[in-house]
């Protein structure tokens, strides 16, 4: 067999090869961007958890509070509303319920603050405690949310990830911002 009569099947193999690598590669990228799509699934999952921890702390407070002070009616719907709302919540309505649950934090330190007796209570110190806990948990978990966010959105702009991205129609991830708990955290020091 002459080497013209190969040359056509060494050709064929390089492109089947080149061929194969490129899908192998396509292949990798598309796994990419759903397994960080699964991990910021995940991270958002725990963030609801938390919140939710949170509100239901928020609401014993406000029953050890409401003995000592008549507290708004709106404030125990407000809470009820939201630790319903935040097992379907999107991170922009995470970002709203973050919001909302640190002023009722706040106000809620506030009428504690007004009431020295309360604020030696054991029950409550407990719970501001685990408050404590919780706001800090809330903010590794924004902040591993935020990094795989900050990875999605990098494959969907640079090349050759974009192709695959806008071939699959993905679109990029919303970051969780919590701007008021940057600006005035709440006080939970008696």
């Given amino acids: 067999m002459a080497l013209g009569d190969l040359l056509p ?10 061929l194969v690598g490129l899908v192998l590669y396509f292949v990798g990228i598309y796994n990419r961007f759903y397994s960080l799509k699964n991990a ?10 938390a919140m939710k921890k949170r509100l239901d702390m928020i ?9 000592y002070a ?3 009616k709106e404030t125990f719907e407000k809470v009820t509303a939201m630790r ?7 991170p922009g309505d995470l970002n709203e319920i973050e919001k909302e649950s640190r002023s009722i934090l706040g106000r809620l330190f506030a009428v504690a603050e007004a009431y020295p007796d309360l604020k030696t209570n054991t029950t409550v110190m407990n719970l501001m405690d685990a408050v404590r806990g919780v706001e800090d948990e809330i903010a590794r978990q924004r902040y591993t949310y935020n990094n795989i966010s900050q990875q999605f959105n ?8 974009n192709f695959v991205a806008r071939i699959m129609g993905l679109s990029k ?18």
Wanted: charged share 20%.
């Fill in 9 to 18: 099947w060494i050709v064929g193999g390089i492109l089947v090869l080149v």
């Fill in 40 to 49: 910021s699934e995940a991270a958002l999952g725990q963030i609801r958890v």
């Fill in 84 to 90: 319903a709302s935040v097992g379907s919540a999107g």
């Fill in 154 to 161: 990098t494959l969907c702009d640079v090349i050759p990830s």
């Fill in 173 to 190: 991830l919303t970051y969780l911002e919590f701007e008021e708990a940057i600006s005035t955290p709440p006080k939970i020091e008696f």
């Fill in 70 to 72: 008549k507290f708004e």
């Fill in 59 to 67: 609401d014993q407070l406000l029953g050890s509070v409401k003995s």
